[in-house]
């Protein structure tokens, strides 16, 4: 990754995870579980914290809406898709509610600190 690269995520104020990022730790993680479960799993952990505040949850897409409510401000929306029979994928896109127009990158640790609780509730795919 380039100096670049590293520099410009500070001067943002939306973060979003995919496929191919060219941030290794916003890549898509893979887990060996259903899309329900996984949905299931990523309900509890956002209820299971008085930080959060769920706006929605899409059973049929597969999305979860929710703000971040105490600390740095955000609205994350969490996308869960099925693969492949037990190869399931877990997006997220974050986006700071500040009055700059960027956030120091904090919108790219909050979607770290989620792929760290969900890495030891779900078993997760290597892609390598």
Known sequence: MSFGKK?????????????????????THYYKTT???????????????TNYNINSVSLEHGEISFHVVKGNKAFVIATVIMVRPYQTAIDFTVTSESALPFDFGKSSKLIKQFYEKLDKELPLIDKN
């Open 7 to 27: 520099l410009s995520r500070f001067f943002y104020n939306q973060a979003e995870t995919s496929e191919k990022h060219w941030d290794k730790e916003l890549e």
């Open 35 to 49: 899309k329900d479960k996984g949905l299931t799993k990523l309900e509890e952990i956002i209820k299971g914290s």
